[in-house]
């Protein structure tokens, strides 16, 4: 191409090509767990068995390196089996950085399964750059694990500064990017090395496929790992969900536009709403993190968390949202509100070394993609 295309025409057109088989303009899904060898037992195409590769898999991976500006990307089963494939490729003994507030199951994997495996990690604000300083200290620093905006209080970390800070260490630095996605944010411009998401979320966008991908910066040794991992322990995206968040990506730019402006304007009335303690948006210019997310991201996002006083009023407020639907996860279409006490418990969560601070009265959207005008009005009938 003549131009270097936007990122809405490569999240339409990467990892599409037409079908080679039938010039179809839609992909296919291939579901045959074994592909036919030539007589002398090599391979026309390069597939073989359903582990190692996949045509839509692999599609999903080239869209997902040219949106992040990647050179290798894994996609795997989940956002979890991403996270884990990034630990597993340290070395043992290895010290993390991570932030307190990271996703809870990320948490939950430094302190259980890769704790067993002698992987230290210490717990940081990483909003704290002297923190962040003196963790990073401690020897045998490997990696530096970053999410911004977090969850569930929306704090802004400083990529660029902490991506620095982890090279000065010779450590990696790494970016869950689900909440951002590409769109709003890009961590290899940044400094990042590597960048996750959970495709489950934003990237499949529509409530209805699981998946995770490692991107990163550089074709190098440690993403060879990493690939040895996906294939090794079969943790690769199933064949159908790929492909349901390949099609998902096409809409990505679209969605989070609209999820956004719709976000910034729940946000503004929730502030300006007298049954409303705090809002957590950093598209709010009250916001701690407003300047550096205004410098490191497009908008806001679709997330937005408040507070409305009480465990109480929190369960009763989303207990007659009508338009918003109470339940986990985010990123999707459909708009749904999380309870904030009840998210440590769904993960189980061993929260003696993590500090996790969860507001009691904490409610959580998930901002979709209806109009904003009846967002407003459910939230306003729920405050009332
Ligand atoms: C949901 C989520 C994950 C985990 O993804 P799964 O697909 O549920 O395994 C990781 N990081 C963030 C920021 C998430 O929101």
């Known amino acids: 191409m003549q131009i270097k295309p936007g990122i809405e025409t490569l999240a339409v057109h990467a990892g599409h090509p037409l079908d080679p088989g039938t010039d179809a303009v839609t992909p296919a899904i291939h579901l045959s767990t074994t592909f036919a060898r030539q007589s002398d037992g ?43 494939s990034v630990f597993l490729a340290l070395e043992p003994g290895a010290h993390v950085v991570a932030p307190r507030d990271a996703y809870c199951g990320t948490g939950l994997l430094l302190n259980t399964v ?72 890009r961590p290899f411009e940044l400094g990042a090395d590597l960048v996750t998401h959970s495709s489950t979320k934003y990237l499949g966008g529509h409530g209805d496929a699981m998946g995770g991908v490692v991107v990163s910066k550089v074709k190098d040794e440690f993403f060879e790992r990493i690939r040895q991992i996906q294939v090794g322990m079969g943790i690769g995206n199933a064949p159908f969900d790929a492909w349901l968040i390949l099609r998902g990506i096409q809409t990505l730019p679209l969605r989070i ?3 956004s ?41 679709g997330m937005v968390s408040f507070q409305v006083g009480s465990r109480e009023e929190a369960f009763q407020v989303a207990g007659k949202l009508q338009v918003f639907t109470s339940a986990t996860s985010l990123g999707g279409v459909k708009s749904l509100v999380e309870i904030g006490a009840l998210m440590e418990s769904m993960h189980n969560l061993d929260t003696s070394s993590v500090e996790t601070v969860i507001p009691d009265d904490l409610l959580r959207l998930s901002v979709g993609i209806e109009d904003v005008k009846t967002l407003i009005w459910d939230l306003e009938q729920a405050l009332s």
Request: overall charge negative.
């Open 42 to 84: 090599s391979y026309q195409h390069p597939y073989d068995y359903i582990r190692c590769t996949n045509p839509g898999r692999d599609n999903l991976e080239k869209c997902l390196c040219e949106l992040e500006g990647g050179e290798a990307a894994a996609a795997v089963a989940s956002g979890s089996a991403a996270t884990a």
């Open 114 to 185: 890769f704790a067993r495996w002698h992987l230290k990690s210490t717990f940081v604000d990483m909003t704290d750059l002297n923190q962040v300083e003196k963790a990073i200290s401690i020897p045998n620093t490997q990696l530096v694990w970053l999410e911004t905006p977090s969850n569930p209080l929306l704090k802004i970390s400083d990529i660029a500064a902490i991506a620095q800070m982890a090279h000065q260490v010779g450590a990696r630095c790494v970016c869950d990017n689900t909440w951002a996605t590409p769109i709003l944010q």
């Open 257 to 259: 536009k609209a999820s």
């Open 261 to 301: 402006e719709a976000a910034s304007d729940i946000a503004q009335f929730l502030s300006n709403h007298p049954k409303v303690k705090r809002v957590y948006y950093p598209g709010l210019a009250e916001h701690p993190g407003a300047e550096l997310a205004a410098r490191q991201m497009l908008y806001g996002g």
